[in-house]
C-alpha cells in the first residue's frame, strides 16, 4: 500500500484519460486492490481546444487547465500526469502553479524508448499538427540523442489528423489503416521505431493487428503510465 495519491489532469480528450487510467491499472504490478495507485482522475471535456489556442485561432486552455490542477491539489495529489501531449504546450505556467511534480509525457517517451531497446538513432514522431509545430518532442528528443524524423505534410492532412478526429469522434476501428500507412512510411525512412505523440493515436494503433507494422511503437499513454508507477516505486517493473 502507498500514501502516494496520483493527480490526473484529462479530459484531453476523454477516451485518452479513461484508456490512460485503464493503462495505469493493468501495468501496475498488484495481487488486490490495495495493490494499486490512489488516482484522482481530473476529466473536463469543456478545456478549450489546445491546438487553435497555440496557433491564435481559439481561447486560452490555460484557466482551465490551472483549474484542474487547483481540484488535484485540493484532492490530496503528490504529482500529476496529463495523458494530453498537446497540453504540454503549457507545461512551465502549470508546473509553476503546481508546486509538486508534473510528471513530463515527452520524458516518460524517451525512458520508454530506451526500454524497447532503442537509446538513440533515427526515430519517427507522429501527432497532431500543433504538437510538432512546436517541437515538443523534437527539441527534448533530439538534445538526449535521437534524430526525429515526422510524417510529409500531405500525410499529416490526409491520414494523421482525420485519425485522431475520427478517435475522438469514438470511430477508433477506421484510424488503424491511416495511422499504420504512416508508421511504416516512417519505417521506409529509416526509422527504427515510432513515437505516437498523441494520446489519440495508440487508441487507433491498438484496434488493428501488430503485426501490421514495420517497426515497434511507443505508445506515451502506456509509457506515461509507467513514469507515473515508477514516481509511486522506484523499483517496479511495470
Not at 41 to 65: H, K
Not at 174 to 193: D, K, M, Q, W, Y
Request: aromatic letters at 4%; hydrophobic letters at 50%; proline letters at 8%.
Amino acid at each position: 500500500m502507498t500514501d502516494k495519491v496520483l493527480g490526473v489532469l484529462g479530459g484531453m480528450g476523454p477516451l485518452a484519460s479513461a484508456q490512460f487510467m485503464a493503462r495505469l491499472t493493468l501495468l501496475t504490478p498488484a495481487e488486490r486492490d490495495q495493490d494499486h495507485i490512489p488516482a484522482v482522475l481530473w476529466s473536463d471535456p469543456r478545456i478549450p481546444d489546445r491546438g487553435a489556442a497555440l496557433i491564435g485561432q481559439g481561447p486560452d486552455p490555460l484557466p482551465w487547465l490551472v483549474r484542474g490542477i487547483d481540484g488535484l491539489k485540493a484532492a490530496g495529489c503528490g504529482a500529476i500526469v496529463i495523458p494530453c501531449n498537446t497540453a504540454h504546450g503549457w507545461y512551465d505556467p502549470l508546473a509553476k502553479a503546481a508546486g509538486m511534480p508534473i510528471l513530463h509525457i515527452v520524458d516518460a517517451a524517451a525512458a520508454d524508448l530506451r526500454r524497447i531497446g532503442v537509446p538513440q538513432g533515427r526515430i519517427g514522431l507522429m501527432g497532431t499538427a500543433a504538437t510538432l509545430a512546436m517541437k515538443l518532442y523534437q527539441n527534448r528528443l533530439a538534445a538526449a540523442g535521437w534524430e526525429i524524423i515526422v510524417p510529409e505534410p500531405a500525410q499529416m492532412d490526409r491520414l494523421v489528423m482525420p485519425s485522431i478526429a475520427a478517435v475522438k469522434a469514438n470511430r477508433v476501428a477506421e484510424a488503424f489503416i491511416p495511422l499504420a500507412e504512416v508508421v511504416n512510411s516512417l519505417a521506409s525512412r529509416g526509422a527504427t521505431a515510432v513515437v505516437l505523440g498523441c494520446t489519440e493515436i495508440p487508441i487507433a494503433i491498438q484496434s488493428g493487428p501488430a503485426e501490421a507494422l514495420r517497426v515497434p511503437v511507443v505508445d506515451t499513454i502506456d509509457a506515461l503510465a509507467r513514469a507515473a508507477i515508477h514516481w509511486v516505486r522506484p523499483g517496479a517493473i511495470a
